[in-house]
């Protein structure tokens, strides 16, 4: 008959086999991959038209498009619209894996003209990409 402490080191040396066969962790996480991202004018049926960097303020409205080809779980990114270095909004924006492409935009006003960029950061706030544009007459 098996004692209770052979069983209680028999449980301490199975544990230690299993921490020692579990793949090793890398201490990162994987992160989301952002494939593109372009300032447009018009998205036709979600792919971007009349990209730019410069814009007419007669456009009426400018998008921010972002694609992401590594989503490895649902996470979100923000779109962070600065225009003369003062932030003027920041748009949450939900990733679904494997792939995801989402969009934000503004509507513009005569007092929009300028320089303009939009940061992009994961939720953690790590920078994405900085996209710089102007708005012009």
Request: hydrophobic share 45%; glycine share 4%.
């Amino acid at each position: 008959m098996v004692s209770r402490r052979t069983i209680f080191i028999g449980l301490i040396a199975l544990g230690f086999v299993m921490v020692a066969v579990r793949p090793a962790e890398s201490g990162q996480k994987k992160s989301i991959h952002l494939a593109r991202a372009v300032m447009c004018e018009n998205l036709e049926s979600y792919v971007p038209s009349q990209i730019a960097v410069v814009f007419s303020i007669d456009a009426g409205r400018i998008f921010c498009y972002t694609e992401f080809d590594n989503v490895p779980a649902k996470t979100f990114v923000f779109h962070k619209w600065y225009r003369r270095d003062v932030l003027v909004t920041t748009k949450r924006l939900i990733l679904k894996p494997p792939r995801w492409s989402s969009y934000s935009s503004i509507q513009l006003r005569e007092a929009d003209k300028g320089p303009w960029r939009v940061v992009i950061t994961d939720q953690n706030g790590a920078v994405l990409r900085v996209l710089r544009f102007s708005v012009t007459d």
